[in-house]
């Protein structure tokens, strides 16, 4: 028997923002039921919800939120099991990675992978404090390291061994406001200049606010279905092309080298190889940019410029350039709900793959590769999506 | 091509028990060493560690601990994947089964399952809120309910419909208790009678506190190969025959009856099916009787017996019994540290069947089945394990 091949056969996705006036459950149903609705099956046709999500269990005091978002869209009716897969800020790469093995497997024909996180309902300290949960606590956070502080200390000292200019960090915000403000669904809309990033609100030096990703609210589902499935019931569908994941030590300072995403290198050249393509095949990059400096070092781990090289790439990561780089707006613009995040670069190559992302429409795209990323590199999921 | 059986081919576990002088990562550590050496493998030789815990990110404030266990394990070196899998007190049965569906999918050969919990380093009010996360936040926990709070409504209503006696549903934790008395790793090894259950200080009435399983700190790891992997290195190892899981809607209320767990049902007639064996195949069960009801409804609902007719199955519950239940002790004895204990019914259940159990072993062991559930029944994962 072979192995069946994996679709992407809906996808959903709720607004990205503050959204204080829904709750974690009504996030993860919005998408979900966007999603059954767009790939034209019934509820009671999904046979596991894999549910993605980061920090519920303390900004919300929620467990078990698989089985809660199976139990709010009516889905625990039919007693489908539901299982969240947790990450950090990989989770939802890592869920669809998990998905997708299960279908691999034989066990089922068709899933749903949902990621909600909903984080203002925390905020100050508070929420940074929640957020650095991500890095090796006893090792990092309890002596007062938090995710945009490890961002700044890689950024500087990539900086200084390149002689990158801080101008060169910054575009990478500038590229996903540019995109962002063509994409309905994200936080931020508006487009931002080189120099508005450098003259912001400074957070962790070099980095200022408009460097990071924001705090945000909001819910990604897509439904995956083998190939037996989807012909049988004649539906239309994106490829997940191939699927890898490798990890690194947790705490930054454990690192060869703190500008070297390494486990971004070892998935994305597993993912080419899987895949059986080159990356010059390679359309269009969703990337992992909690940090704008993040943006760069991927480009280059990812294996489309030699380390210290990123910069070079600049002039081509707009969508009608020759490497775009994250058409949906990314984790800046578009915004960052942790849990929802990974699976939300899987809503937007499905828009992109099938024509239909609109203003921001990738011209002749063929393959996407998405980049879901734990905290400061000690997880990377990468997955290549094609037609 | 065939799909691959898969097997339990190493296992390892810390003591169970308020053990304040190891953290987290310790105990996540000791228990996995412990597994590959068990195993006769190299950390190196493992493909993927898949880690299961419930409450981490609240209780111990971390985060992607999937990523932290490679890291002080030292398998980060390998950039080995690793992922936290979560069904709140069903985490470790969902964890063993990713594993084992990845290993049926092709992807991996060799792979790891460890779960993990540190419970005592919160106490009182602190810890009783965090553990209510695994109910239904806002229409259970906002309210008052807590998991013995509503063990507690289930067991009344089920002693009042079936005129089940008080001390019949002592009997689970009395047997617990004999059976980890024989087990050097439980958490208490003290014999107690039914007239002390009875007796002991109220918790939920009709439930006492010894009625109620602990709060443990604890780990338990598992190394699952490929039946391939297995032989090519001739390796012993214990089969898991089948896997299944279900759910139910979160919130008790919801349900169509009060005291049927429903998800248990159903998972575990798939897991039977999936077997192709019959319930008197089973040579001992493990369940999860967080609260002693649960132990008296499990086997009704796995179907060892009929709705209201558990009580008569409790003469046969011992050791030497026709139906042997917890001989590892089970949760209210052994303990219940939470994204451990479903892992450590297949160290139990990997024991037994070796033949290696001790004086607790179940003669003539031939299929064990283990049930893990999350809170009131809103999880099931069922698995047959077995030569």
Same mark, same amino acid.
């Given at each position: 028997?072979?192995?069946?091949?994996?679709?992407?056969?809906?996808?959903?996705? +709720?607004?990205?923002?503050?959204?204080?006036?829904?709750?974690?459950?009504?996030?993860?149903?919005?998408?979900?039921?966007?999603?059954?609705?767009?790939?034209?099956?019934?509820?009671?046709?999904?046979?596991?919800?894999?549910?993605?999500?980061?920090?519920?269990?303390?900004?919300?005091?929620?467990?078990?939120?698989?089985?809660?978002? #199976?139990?709010?869209?009516?889905?625990? !009716?039919?007693?489908?099991?539901?299982?969240?897969?947790?990450?950090?800020?990989?989770?939802?790469?890592?869920?669809?990675?998990?998905? %997708?093995? #299960?279908?691999?497997?034989?066990?089922?024909?068709?899933?749903?992978?949902?990621?909600?996180?909903?984080? +203002?309902?925390?905020?100050?300290?508070?929420?940074?404090?929640?957020?650095?949960?991500?890095?090796?606590? !006893?090792?990092?956070?309890?002596?007062?390291? +938090?995710?945009?502080?490890?961002?700044?200390?890689?950024?500087?000292? %990539?900086? /200084?061994?390149?002689?990158?200019?801080?101008?060169?960090?910054?575009?990478?915000?500038?590229?996903? /406001?540019?995109?962002?403000?063509?994409?309905?669904?994200?936080?931020?809309?508006?487009?931002?200049?080189? !120099?508005?990033?450098?003259?912001?609100?400074?957070?962790?030096?070099?980095?200022?606010?408009?460097?990071?990703?924001?705090?945000?609210?909001?819910?990604?589902?897509?439904?995956?279905?083998?190939?037996? %499935?989807?012909?049988?019931?004649?539906?239309?569908?994106?490829?997940?092309?191939?699927?890898?994941?490798?990890?690194? %030590?947790?705490?930054? /300072?454990?690192?060869?080298?703190?500008?070297?995403?390494?486990?971004?290198?070892?998935?994305?050249?597993?993912?080419?190889?899987?895949?059986?393509?080159?990356?010059?095949?390679?359309?269009?990059?969703?990337?992992?940019?909690?940090?704008?400096?993040?943006?760069?070092?991927?480009?280059?781990?990812?294996?489309?410029?030699?380390?210290?090289?990123?910069? !070079?790439?600049?002039?081509?990561?707009?969508?009608?350039?020759?490497?775009?780089?994250?058409?949906?707006?990314?984790?800046?613009?578009?915004?960052?709900?942790?849990?929802?995040?990974?699976?939300?670069?899987?809503?937007?190559?499905?828009?992109?793959?099938?024509?239909?992302?609109?203003?921001?429409?990738?011209?002749?795209?063929?393959?996407?590769?998405?980049?879901?990323?734990?905290?400061?590199?000690? +997880?990377?999921?990468?997955?290549?999506?094609?037609?």
């Amino acid at each position: 028997m072979a192995l069946s091949d994996v679709y992407i056969i809906g996808a959903g996705e +709720t607004k990205f923002g503050e959204l204080w006036d829904k709750s974690l459950r009504d996030l993860a149903v919005e998408a979900g039921l966007e999603a059954i609705k767009d790939a034209n099956i019934y509820s009671r046709d999904l046979q596991m919800l894999y549910a993605s999500n980061s920090l519920a269990g303390t900004i919300n005091e929620q467990s078990n939120i698989a089985a809660l978002a #199976a139990d709010f869209s009516g889905i625990a !009716e039919t007693h489908v099991p539901a299982v969240r897969v947790e990450a950090s800020t990989a989770s939802g790469g890592a869920a669809v990675r998990e998905a %997708y093995l #299960a279908i691999k497997s034989g066990e089922y024909d068709v899933v749903m992978v949902g990621g909600v996180e909903k984080m +203002t309902d925390i905020y100050g300290s508070e929420i940074i404090d929640v957020q650095s949960s991500i890095l090796d606590r !006893e090792w990092e956070s309890f002596n007062g390291a +938090t995710p945009a502080a490890l961002a700044a200390i890689t950024a500087r000292r %990539y900086m /200084h061994d390149f002689k990158v200019p801080r101008e060169d960090i910054a575009m990478i915000a500038v590229n996903d /406001h540019a995109n962002a403000s063509m994409n309905p669904d994200a936080q931020y809309r508006n487009k931002i200049t080189v !120099e508005q990033v450098i003259n912001s609100d400074p957070v962790a030096e070099p980095l200022n606010v408009f460097d990071c990703s924001p705090i945000s609210d909001g819910a990604s589902a897509i439904i995956l279905a083998s190939d037996e %499935y989807r012909k049988k019931n004649r539906l239309d569908g994106i490829r997940i092309v191939s699927s890898a994941m490798s990890e690194d %030590y947790l705490a930054l /300072h454990s690192r060869k080298s703190i500008y070297t995403l390494e486990s971004a290198r070892i998935a994305s050249k597993q993912a080419l190889e899987r895949a059986g393509i080159k990356k010059n095949d390679i359309s269009f990059l969703e990337l992992n940019d909690s940090y704008s400096i993040y943006g760069l070092l991927e480009l280059e781990d990812l294996g489309f410029a030699e380390k210290g090289k990123g910069r !070079e790439l600049l002039g081509e990561i707009k969508i009608n350039g020759s490497l775009p780089v994250n058409p949906s707006g990314g984790l800046k613009a578009k915004g960052n709900p942790l849990g929802a995040t990974g699976v939300s670069q899987f809503y937007e190559a499905y828009l992109q793959l099938k024509g239909k992302a609109g203003q921001r429409q990738v011209k002749g795209a063929r393959y996407g590769m998405l980049h879901n990323m734990a905290g400061t590199g000690a +997880t990377s999921v990468v997955h290549i999506v094609g037609e």
